[in-house]
């Protein structure tokens, strides 16, 4: 570092903004590690509480992106357009999302997240395809991408290497909740896959990683007013993470539901945000002029089953085996399933998704340390969602896990997470916001 980091570190503190040069000057002692771990917790504590101005926060993304390599795609042609979700609870969209928009004539180069905590990632979903490899090398993504719209790739140390200290140490230092450190950390990412344009769908609700709507709603302005500012065209939704997303939670079930909505057999709410955003990417790439249009153009492709053509494409390139598209008992099964039956009749009320992705994980199917190993098969699907009907006895859901213990001790969770009365309660519409 050519600055003191104390004397930098002192002027956030004491509520100043720093240069441009200061900034890159402190992210490249993240880097180079000449920024030592307490330094690095009191640079992210003094941004925390004193905030960063859009120009900074544009700045610090902008050296991040810089910290590692940034791709560009020369070869391929199309519009480069991906989406990032900030997480939730069945969410498995952008396995459905990329093919999606791919066969309307985008490009998407993703770089996807493993799952952390009671949300999953959609590296994790992929992985539990057999066979399918998301540790490409850079060349392949490119070619991947060139051949078939789009190609999905798990974090490595290329792209934005600062993130990755910046992150952990976040995580250790109570300084995750902060919104300049988020949308940098978001976009530093995203920038360097070398895309022209972002969807950013902003979860809000009980299960997203910003639960408060005014928080999540914060956090839309500065992604969108900061990607452009980077040279992005941005779009954002706010979108529903009160319930969960689908019926089916955990990674190989969700994979078998992403081929059901293949075939037009998936959830009503999977297929609606797959759509919204799909409609928004399309008008970023400027491959419709409108959002009916756009509508339009990907009810016809997912209809004619060129979607399908496009995943199956995608299952050949990346090593996945095709067959599971009519033969998805190949994603094999955990060894137990057990329904959960309701115990009395009247309405379900609630569904409360944060419990049901801590069950999930806690059967085996998700993370609590980066490390640890996840088993594809366990988790839950759904039979009942909000304001349904039930009758004793009928299943509410069903627990897939890998012994008859831990599913007997997840089936009573899965049971209180929804519980039954004599209110018809209907979920609040999936799309609350939009921003462009
Ligand atoms: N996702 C990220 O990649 N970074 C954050 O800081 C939060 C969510």
């Known amino acids: 570092m050519q600055s003191h980091p104390a004397r930098l570190i002192a002027l956030k503190r004491d509520g100043g903004e720093w240069t441009q040069e200061q900034i890159r000057d402190l992210v490249s002692g993240v880097v180079d590690g000449s920024l030592g771990d307490a330094q690095l917790g009191a640079f992210l504590m003094a941004v925390c509480c004193n905030g960063m101005t859009r120009d900074e926060t544009t700045q610090l993304t902008l050296a991040m992106r810089d910290s590692g390599q940034v791709l560009a795609h020369p070869q391929v042609a199309r519009p480069k357009i991906d989406k990032h979700s900030t997480g939730g609870v069945g969410d498995k969209v952008s396995l459905l999302l990329a093919p999606l928009v791919a066969a309307a004539g985008l ?56 993130d990755r200290r910046m992150y952990a140490t976040r995580d250790v230092s109570g300084t995750v909740e902060s919104i300049p450190l988020i949308t940098s950390s978001i976009l530093a990412k995203k920038l360097a896959e070398g895309i022209d344009g972002l969807v950013m769908d902003i979860k809000t609700g009980r299960a997203a990683f910003l639960p408060r709507e005014a928080d999540a709603r914060l956090l839309m302005e500065s992604l969108v007013a900061v990607g452009q500012a980077a040279g992005l065209r941005m779009a954002a939704l706010l979108t529903d993470m009160d319930h969960p997303l689908g019926l089916a939670l955990g990674n190989a079930l969700e994979v078998q539901e992403v081929l059901l909505a293949l075939d037009g057999h998936g959830p009503d709410d999977l297929r609606e945000v797959t759509l919204a955003l799909g409609v928004e990417m399309l008008l ?85 340390q980066p490390g640890d190993v996840v088993d594809p098969h366990v988790g839950v699907v759904l039979q009942k969602v909000l304001g349904d009907a039930v009758q004793t006895g009928e299943a509410l859901a069903f627990v897939h896990a890998a012994d008859a213990a831990s599913a007997a001790a997840a089936a009573e969770r899965v049971a209180a997470a929804m519980p039954i009365g004599a209110e018809r309660r209907r979920r609040r519409p999936l799309v609350l916001g939009r921003l462009a």
């Open 107 to 162: 490009a998407v180069p993703m770089v996807s997240g493993r799952g952390l905590g009671h949300t999953g990632g959609t590296i994790d979903k992929l992985g539990a395809i057999p066979g399918y490899r998301t540790d490409l090398a850079l060349p392949e993504f490119g070619h991947v991408l060139e051949q078939c719209g789009y190609a999905m790739l798990a974090p490595s140390g290329a792209l934005a290497p600062a």
């Open 284 to 368: 970023l790439g400027r491959v419709a002029e409108d959002a009916g249009t756009a509508r339009n153009i990907l009810e016809r492709l997912w209809r004619d089953g060129v979607v399908r053509q496009v995943f199956r494409h995608n299952l050949e390139l990346q090593g996945g085996d095709v067959r599971v598209l009519d033969e998805p008992d190949r994603l094999g099964r955990a060894a137990v399933v057990l329904p959960v039956l309701a115990k009395t009749s009247g309405h379900v009320v609630d569904v409360e998704p944060r419990t049901l992705g801590e069950v999930v994980v806690d059967l085996g199917g998700g993370r609590r």
